[in-house]
């Protein structure tokens, strides 16, 4: 059981660009558990490294408030940029161990496959992630961005406890398969990307708001002519939420709350008024007219452009 809204921490490292004073970030950090957060989630691709080592900072003394998720697999060259999966039974422990040691902590509560290794069976990985429970490493493990048949496969090896992908109102893709998948084999579903990541917000309003180290800028939704053809939804968005007198972000939030208990989104911030908006979407209830309006507003695939230029990365 985590709370209903957790914090994603890739942007607490430059990713998305701008550059967060470590010091800075750990208060973050620290005021999201003071408001109640229990669910962290980070990576050893974030940064890449140093993500581990700003939540580990933030995390000493507090350790057993929260459920700390991280992730392996998705190698990263030095400036953030896609090197290779490696999903490895050798690498996972690897991996895991040297995460331990930047986390400063003996075990993490969440362990994920970042991204599926199409070079390697997936026993194979679940199997050496499975020794690291054993060992008292890990307690539960997880997948990203995995598909119905490979969520399978993997449930059969050893329990798995969560399936986290990009999921929000224009981001519906896990509504077909990969929700019914997790739904029926008791697996909890965590999206990241609920806001769209930051478009959805309203922030983001062509490339120009973008620093040139922002890693959107390498993704197909955020190239200029699909900014301009996704504005309209942004701006349908924001007037739904005035009407209801919360923020853009909080609306898209809460539509990820609604679509079941089972969903915890994973909102990324590096703005404490941010957080705080963020956490407070967990109180917003929508009507069913509400959620009509939205459904209409947001069909699935109302996009344009896709969420990676590699989609192949993806839902295997």
């Not at 991996?95 to 290794?117: F, M, N």
């Not at 997948?143 to 519906?172: C, D, F, K, M």
Request: charged share 20%; net charge negative.
């Amino acid at each position: 059981m985590v709370s209903a809204v957790g914090l994603g921490c890739m942007a607490l490292t430059g990713m998305y660009g701008d550059e967060v004073d470590g010091d800075d970030a750990v208060a973050l950090l620290r005021l999201a558990m003071d408001e109640g957060c229990t669910l962290f989630d980070t990576s050893d691709a974030y940064g890449p490294f140093t993500n581990e080592e700003v939540v580990g900072r933030a995390v000493a003394g507090r350790r057993d408030e929260l459920v700390l998720a991280t992730k392996f697999g998705n190698v990263r060259h030095a400036d953030g940029t896609f090197a290779h999966v490696n999903g490895r039974p050798e690498h996972v422990r690897q991996a895991c161990e040297a995460s331990l040691r930047r986390l400063g902590v003996d075990h993490v509560d969440l362990y994920y496959l970042h991204r599926v290794d199409p070079d390697v069976p997936i026993e194979d990985t679940v199997g050496a992630m499975a020794d690291l429970v054993a060992d008292g490493k890990v307690r539960h493990l997880g997948l990203s961005e995995a598909a119905p048949g490979t969520i399978r496969r993997a449930h059969a090896v050893h329990p798995i406890a969560a399936l986290q992908s990009e999921y929000s109102l224009w981001t519906r893709d896990p509504e077909p398969a990969v929700l019914p998948t997790t739904r029926a084999l008791g697996i909890g579903f965590v999206a990241y990307g609920p806001v769209g990541r930051g478009f959805l917000s309203g922030a983001v309003t062509g490339p120009a708001d973008l620093t040139e180290r922002d890693l959107r800028r390498r993704h197909p939704r955020f190239a200029e002519e699909n900014v301009r053809a996704n504005a309209p939804l942004a701006t349908a968005l924001a007037a739904m939420a005035a009407d209801r007198g919360c923020t853009a972000s909080q609306l898209a939030l809460a539509w990820v709350l609604a679509q079941g208990e089972d969903i915890v989104p994973i909102p990324g911030t590096a703005h404490l008024g941010h957080l705080r908006d963020n956490l407070l979407a967990a109180s917003i209830e929508l009507s069913a007219e509400d959620l009509a309006a939205l459904d209409a507003a947001f069909p699935p695939g109302v996009a344009a452009g896709e969420r990676y230029a590699d989609m192949s990365l993806v839902n295997r």
